[in-house]
């Protein structure tokens, strides 16, 4: 039978969901490989042992674009805006970036002042008053020819209403230099606010060559074991083929995160529950999301690594605080735990492969609860030397090794709670409404202690704990995206007008191989005058005054007021999806028995740690469902 397979490239480990056509699962977990995460891909299919003809589909999550921005690698980009508005990226929306911290800076921007090029060209409210001429556009080409770049971002204003100047500017650029891309922001993210259009813009540019290289890396080296080229997950939830996928990198920022959450959502949902609070923790950071019935919560963008990326994204707040983070002595001589990890190489002390620091993990062997000979992936755990690292760090702090990895673990489960209350609390939700559903290898570790901390009474630890991002990518459905720009008053949009925008919105986004294929539209609605918007359902059997009712009920619930003013209709986005690959969840097996804490549980992929005052029952769809005794 035909596999689906997911495959979740992690800071520490690579994670392979296989999904036959059944519906039933597989699993493998190899080491990731940092200096090339192609090699651990093709590992961990090595690893499934199934031959390539067996395989119909590979859908990958990938951390490339976070690591390019993070980290500052990405391509040489030259951006063209237009005059007198070219210190966009530096200005950014003039906020500090701490408030009360002066000392605190703000990461600098993609591409710096000298590699911005003024275009003479201004539209205003009134229409066109410079004009874009073809003698202005040969001068900006010959300019930009001069900085050599990888790659070009034509930025200019107003390009969501009229995009004519981006367009012919861009002709011109490929004219002259037939070898190198070009990126319109107005093709990016057709929306108001240029700040966040041009950013936007800018990450697409920097990241794609990387990607694309990434990408065809791949794909020529799963083909050489036969296996399909590999689909792609993207911010929002849903799969695109690696083709596509080299062409919208920004849409890939957060693309093994929301594998995740979409994992998280279908054992949710096969357990009869509709809201949840997600973590999950890994080897280099822990990834908090937040599912409202029975969907994980999609929000239009954010920031990765301090660059705004205003494209739709499942809600994921990441911290350094994984399995991997290290445990150090501050200059005041205080007991830290992170951002800095040991990630695979060299790795917590306690897998022998080079690491001296101690690590969450090695915390938490010491306390004896990863007490296996050998955790998958074929790391062998070295219990002694985990415990030799702690004894050093308590000895440096004038303790004892026992009360030094509780508070490492203490000083992560604090970072990881924080961002938990930042995915529900800064967004109305009462954590104690929620269920926690913890994954990754070091989810049903913190489990408890996150819900204590919470005040949460219940807990879901999925099957397939240990690799359930790779699950979400194995079962994620294909998925196409277009937007527009409206800019209109509600009450001027007709039914008609409304259906037709949105009816060529579908084909614009494109067919996603299905015949059950499923469209969302979601509309971005405020109050004239305001400065941002709500995200709103709709349909093309609506228009605007209907629209405008329902914005200022979901107004009032958001905010508990609402204006006298009129409704706008600033943009809409379709999402068309097909249909998720169907998983069946195996029964607990029958040695599977309720289990009070204080206890330590050995999961097929992760350790689960009961604390005092919980139980834990087996779900019939696997996994455990943890209550307070």
């Known amino acids: 039978m035909s596999l689906s397979v997911g495959i979740d490239v992690g800071g520490t480990f690579t994670d392979l969901v296989a999904v036959r056509g059944d519906g039933f699962v597989d699993t493998r977990k190899v080491l990731s490989t940092p200096s090339d995460q192609s090699q651990g891909v093709a590992a961990a299919l090595e690893a499934l ?20 921005l993070l980290e500052r690698r990405g391509a040489r980009v030259v951006l063209c805006a237009t005059e007198h508005a070219t210190d966009l990226l530096e200005l950014r929306r003039q906020e500090r970036a701490s408030l009360y911290d002066l000392t605190k800076q703000h990461p600098s921007a993609l591409v710096p002042p000298e590699r911005v090029i003024a275009v003479r060209e201004r539209r205003t409210p009134d229409g066109v008053r410079t004009p874009l001429l073809d003698v202005e556009a040969h001068r900006v080409a010959d300019a930009v020819a001069a900085l050599h770049p990888e790659i070009v971002v034509v930025g200019l204003l107003h390009a969501y209403e009229d995009a004519s100047a981006e367009q012919m500017l861009a002709g011109v650029l490929r004219q002259r230099l037939p070898d190198v891309p070009v990126v319109c922001s107005s093709e990016v993210l057709p929306e108001i606010r240029e700040y966040e259009r041009t950013a936007t813009a800018v990450a697409e540019g ?75 923790i890994g080897g280099t950071s822990a990834d908090a999301g937040l599912i409202l019935d029975g969907d994980p919560l999609v929000e239009p963008g954010g920031s990765v690594a301090g660059v705004p990326i205003a494209l739709p994204r499942v809600l994921v707040e990441t911290v350094s605080a994984g399995g991997g983070s290290i ?12 951002p800095r990890s040991a990630g695979a190489v060299p790795g917590p002390v306690a897998f022998g492969r080079g690491g001296t620091l101690p690590t969450v993990t090695d915390a938490h062997i010491a306390l004896g609860r990863l007490d296996a000979a050998q955790l998958s992936g074929g790391v062998r755990i070295n219990a002694d030397a985990a415990r030799a690292a702690i004894a050093d760090l308590a000895n440096r702090l004038g303790t004892d090794a026992t009360r030094t990895a509780a508070a490492i673990i203490a000083i992560a489960d604090a970072e990881m709670a924080r961002a938990l209350r930042r995915v529900s609390v800064e967004r109305g939700i009462d954590p104690r409404s929620c269920a926690l559903l913890a994954f990754g290898g070091g989810g049903p570790l913190h489990a408890c202690a996150l819900a204590d901390l919470l005040g949460m009474r219940t807990i879901i630890v999925p099957p397939h704990a240990g690799v359930l991002s790779a699950l979400g990518l194995a079962i994620a459905p294909e998925r196409r995206e277009a937007a527009a720009s409206v800019m209109r008053a509600a009450r001027d949009v007709t039914a008609q007008a409304w259906r037709t925008l949105l009816e060529g919105l579908v084909g614009e986004a494109g067919p996603v191989g299905s015949s059950e294929a499923r469209s969302h539209w979601t509309a971005r609605v405020r109050y004239a005058g305001q400065g941002h918007e709500l995200d709103l359902v709709c349909a093309p059997e609506d228009d605007g005054p209907a629209m405008a009712d329902r914005f200022s009920a979901l107004h009032q619930a958001r905010y508990g007021f609402t204006l006298d003013r009129p409704v706008e209709i600033v943009a809409v986005r379709v999402a068309v999806s097909g249909i998720p690959v169907p998983v069946r969840f195996a029964p607990p097996a029958p040695s599977q028995q309720d289990t009070r804490g204080p206890s330590v549980v050995t999961l097929s992929d992760a350790t689960m740690v009961v604390a005092d005052d919980w139980i834990a029952r087996p779900l019939s769809v696997g996994g455990w469902l943890l209550e307070r005794a």
């Open 49 to 68: 042992g199934a031959g390539g003809p067996a395989i119909g589909r590979v859908a990958h999550g990938t951390t490339v674009v976070t690591n390019l």
């Open 206 to 280: 920097y990241s794609r060559p990387r990607v694309a290289t990434y990408l065809e890396h791949l794909s020529s080296r799963l083909a050489v074991g036969g296996y399909p080229a590999p689909n792609v997950m993207t911010s929002g939830g849903g799969m695109r083929t690696a083709m596509e996928a080299s062409h919208t990198a920004a849409a890939l920022a957060l693309s093994g995160p929301a594998g995740g959450v979409v994992g998280a959502a279908a054992v949710l949902r096969a357990a009869g529950m509709q809201r949840a609070l997600t973590i999950d």
């Open 327 to 338: 445990a150090w002595i501050d200059d005041g001589g205080a007991l830290r735990v992170g």
